[in-house]
């Protein structure tokens, strides 16, 4: 059965830890692995999330993407490696998570 829970209501028991940067420079492309940390008793789903680029606290620049088949159980951890477009003079990219959806099972 389909569940109603909306992940605002449960956003504050979600943390993140930026694990590793890959500089792809032949794509001009960055890899960010970020720790997921799910302390809520449902499966999630559906992550749409936002990147934002920053250069000393400085707000360079967002980019925003999806990942239908990321999936994070309940009360436990997921990797989620984001694929961004680098931006000249960015030193930190922050990860937002805009939606989730709780499983259907």
């Keep these: 059965m389909m569940s109603n829970k909306e992940f605002s209501d449960f956003e504050s028991e979600f943390s993140f ?3 590793k940067i890959i500089d792809a420079k032949s794509k001009n492309r960055l890899l960010i692995t970020y720790k997921v940390k799910n302390d809520t ?5 559906n992550i749409r999330y936002e990147i934002i680029s920053r250069n000393n606290g400085e707000l360079l620049a967002s ?3 999806n990942n239908y088949f990321w999936v994070i159980r309940p009360n436990s951890e997921s990797f989620l490696t984001v694929n961004i477009q680098i931006v000249p003079n960015a030193n930190e990219w922050e990860l937002k998570i805009k939606d989730l959806e709780v499983s259907r099972f």
């Design 41 to 45: 008793e449902y499966q999630w789903d």
């Design 63 to 65: 980019e925003s993407d």
């Design 17 to 19: 830890t930026q694990e």
